[in-house]
């Protein structure tokens, strides 16, 4: 059981916007920034979100974090086929002196 | 180009030790904290290790503390990762990753996994 809480699965059609939650304690994410990654199928995850919102060189504008109290959400707007893929969210944890991630949410483009 | 190329995963009997390696190209390894990050197939993330850019400071997920052991050689430009009485669910891709020193251990960059299999 991870420590911070996703949905298993979203999904969306091409164009629609689609946000996926991250849900954890005071430890983690209500005290730290949150680290969004997408990982593709047969592939090495990639960063996607950092510091809760800031989208690291490459990833397109139509990605989005944000965080509020001990949640986080991933957005994507104008959803493309490209964007199937396993979404993790990831915080540091006080209490574990390392890093935790979600369960993963595997998003469907219909 | 950044570039972390993992090696050493294999077959192991349970009980038994494995040390997997990651070496780095395209950026100064010294100046970077480093992770390993491990996914069973299938299943999700779970952080593994981290050790500082120095080396100096360590740190492990209690599922592995005790077993495992996360070096360095900055000269080398190569992370290590040393794990002992290996258990069968620990049958997983180990990555290494590089942490890009924003708060919050964000892992910007990620080797393509080296499969470990714990087996008899």
Same mark, same amino acid.
């Given at each position: 059981?991870?420590?911070?809480?996703q949905? +298993? !699965?979203?999904?969306?059609?091409?164009?629609?916007?689609?946000?996926?939650?991250? =849900?954890? &304690?005071?430890?983690?994410? %209500?005290?730290?920034?949150?680290?969004?990654?997408?990982?593709?199928p047969?592939a090495?995850?990639k960063?996607?979100?950092?510091?809760?919102?800031?989208? +690291? !060189?490459g990833?397109?504008?139509?990605?989005?974090?944000?965080?509020s109290?001990? =949640?986080? &959400?991933?957005?994507?707007s %104008?959803l493309?086929?490209?964007?199937?893929?396993?979404?993790?969210?990831?915080?540091?944890d006080?209490s574990?002196n390392?890093?935790?991630?979600?369960?993963?949410?595997?998003?469907?483009?219909? | 180009?950044?570039?972390?190329?993992?090696?050493?995963g294999?077959v192991?009997?349970?009980?038994?030790?494995l040390r997997?390696?990651?070496?780095?190209?395209?950026?100064?390894?010294?100046?970077?904290?480093?992770?390993?990050?491990?996914?069973?197939p299938g299943?999700?993330?779970?952080?593994?290790?981290l050790?500082s850019?120095?080396?100096?400071?360590r740190?492990?997920?209690?599922?592995?503390k005790?077993?495992?052991?996360?070096?360095?050689?900055?000269?080398?430009?190569?992370?290590f990762?040393?794990?002992?009485?290996?258990r069968?669910?620990?049958t997983?891709?180990?990555?290494?990753?590089?942490?890009l020193?924003?708060?919050?251990?964000?892992?910007?960059?990620?080797?393509?996994?080296?499969?470990?299999?714990v087996?008899?």
């Amino acid at each position: 059981q991870s420590v911070l809480t996703q949905p +298993p !699965s979203a999904s969306g059609t091409p164009g629609q916007r689609v946000t996926i939650s991250c =849900s954890g &304690s005071s430890s983690n994410i %209500g005290g730290n920034s949150v680290n969004w990654y997408q990982q593709l199928p047969g592939a090495a995850p990639k960063l996607l979100i950092y510091s809760s919102y800031q989208r +690291p !060189s490459g990833v397109p504008d139509r990605v989005s974090g944000a965080k509020s109290g001990t =949640s986080a &959400s991933l957005a994507i707007s %104008g959803l493309q086929s490209d964007d199937e893929a396993d979404y993790y969210c990831a915080a540091w944890d006080d209490s574990l002196n390392g890093p935790v991630f979600g369960g993963g949410t595997k998003l469907t483009v219909l | 180009q950044v570039q972390l190329v993992e090696s050493g995963g294999g077959v192991v009997h349970p009980g038994g030790s494995l040390r997997v390696s990651c070496t780095a190209s395209g950026f100064t390894f010294s100046y970077y904290a480093m992770h390993w990050v491990r996914q069973v197939p299938g299943k999700g993330l779970e952080w593994v290790a981290l050790i500082s850019s120095d080396g100096s400071r360590r740190s492990y997920a209690d599922t592995v503390k005790g077993r495992f052991t996360i070096s360095r050689d900055n000269s080398m430009q190569t992370l290590f990762l040393q794990m002992t009485s290996l258990r069968h669910e620990e049958t997983a891709v180990y990555y290494c990753a590089r942490d890009l020193g924003a708060p919050g251990s964000a892992l910007d960059s990620w080797g393509q996994g080296t499969l470990v299999t714990v087996s008899s």
